[in-house]
C-alpha cells in the first residue's frame, strides 16, 4: 500500500530572525538593496506596530517600486509618519 505524500513544510526562519531583528534597539533595519515582497510585508506589519521606518529605506527605490505594484499607494515619509 503507498504510503501518503508528505505535506510540504513552510520554513520560517528567516521570517523570525528578521522579527528579531526589527526588536533590537537601535532597530536593525534589513538591507533594501535586494528586498523582495516579503520584505514590504515586514515594512508594513512593522509600521502597524509602531516602529517608523527610517527613509533610506522607505526611499530606496526597489522599496518604492515594489510598494506601487502591490497597490500600497504613495510609501509614506518622514512627513506622513
Known amino acids: 500500500m503507498p504510503s501518503a505524500p508528505r505535506a510540504p513544510k513552510l520554513l520560517i526562519g528567516e521570517a523570525v530572525d528578521a522579527h528579531t531583528a526589527l526588536l533590537r534597539d537601535p532597530t536593525d533595519w534589513p538591507e533594501v538593496d535586494a528586498i523582495d515582497t516579503a520584505g514590504i510585508q515586514l515594512i508594513v506589519s512593522a509600521m502597524k506596530a509602531g516602529i517608523a521606518p527610517p527613509d533610506h529605506v522607505l526611499e530606496a527605490p526597489a522599496v518604492r517600486d515594489l510598494w506601487t505594484s502591490l497597490g500600497l499607494g504613495d510609501t509614506p ?4 509618519r
Do not use: N, Q
Open 77 to 80: 515619509s518622514s512627513s506622513t
